[in-house]
Structures are given as C-alpha cells and as structure tokens.
C-alpha cells in the first residue's frame, strides 16, 4: 500500500501548497501527496504559484481542500507546516505518523526591505530545504 501524506496548514493556501508541489516533485510516484487546511481560505496564493513556477514546479492547478477530506483516506503521515494548524489537527483514524515542522506565513512575514516576492522565496526555499530532505529519506528507504 502506498504511504499517503497529508500537509496541513490553517489556510492551505501558501505553505501547504509550496510543501504539496515540492515534496510531490521530490518523490515522484513513491508516494501520494495532497495538502488541505483547518480553515482553507478558498483559493490558492498567486504569489505562492509563481515562487513554484520559478523553480519548475507547477501548482496553478491546486485548489485549497478542508482536511475533513482526507478523514477515512488512509492517510499514513500528516505533516503540518504552521502551528494553527498543528493545534487543530483532529485525530486520524488508524496508525498515523505525525511531524510539524513550522514555516514563517509567506504574506505576514515581509522583512523590512523585502518584497513579498522576495519573502515568498525565502520561505519556499525552507520548506524546499525540509521537503527535499524527507524526500530523500522516502526514496532510501523505498530503495531497499
């Protein structure tokens, strides 16, 4: 049976998105990858779609999911990326792995000086930097 992953945020239009599109290019088909929020905000951050598209990672498809879309899935690991989302995570059923690995919130985290562009960016490249690693351990273990 496949590992599935679910990343959570509370809005599930940033970071959530930018984790989904990384980690699915980082694994390819080993796994299945979907993100959603506690209180999706309807729409997915243009900003976020251009901070993927500029590395070659296309999410202009996404749209942002409720998590109670997931419940009864076979969701296998649950990985939360800010810490509303952390907090409000129910309980799955079944044996669920779960990580939180908290990232700045792209629009709310402009430094002085620094486009929202540029913040974009940043934390896509944190989340790149995490994602890429878990990808790795993913595609180690499968190769055993």
């Known amino acids: 049976m ?16 930018m984790a989904e599109g990384i980690l699915r290019n980082a694994v390819g088909d080993l796994i299945e990858v979907h993100s959603a929020g506690s209180n999706p905000a309807g729409y997915v951050h243009p ?10 990672i296309d999410i202009s498809s996404h749209t942002s999911k ?6 009864g899935s076979g969701i ?12 409000a995570c129910p309980a799955f ?3 669920v792995s779960r990580h939180h690995w908290g ?3 792209p629009p709310k985290a402009i430094r002085p000086g620094e486009t929202e562009a540029a913040a974009f960016i940043r934390i896509r490249d944190e ?10 351990g993913i595609r180690d273990a499968s190769a055993l």
């Open 2 to 17: 496949k590992q599935k992953v679910l990343i959570l945020c509370t809005g599930n239009s940033c970071r959530s998105h």
């Open 47 to 56: 900003a976020a779609i251009a901070a993927l598209d500029e590395i070659g």
């Open 66 to 71: 409720h998590l109670d879309q997931f419940m």
């Open 76 to 87: 296998t690991t649950v990985i939360t990326v800010c810490g509303n989302a952390d907090q």
């Open 93 to 95: 059923p079944g044996k």
């Open 103 to 105: 990232f700045e919130d």
């Open 127 to 136: 989340i790149r930097s995490v994602f890429e690693a878990y990808a790795a």
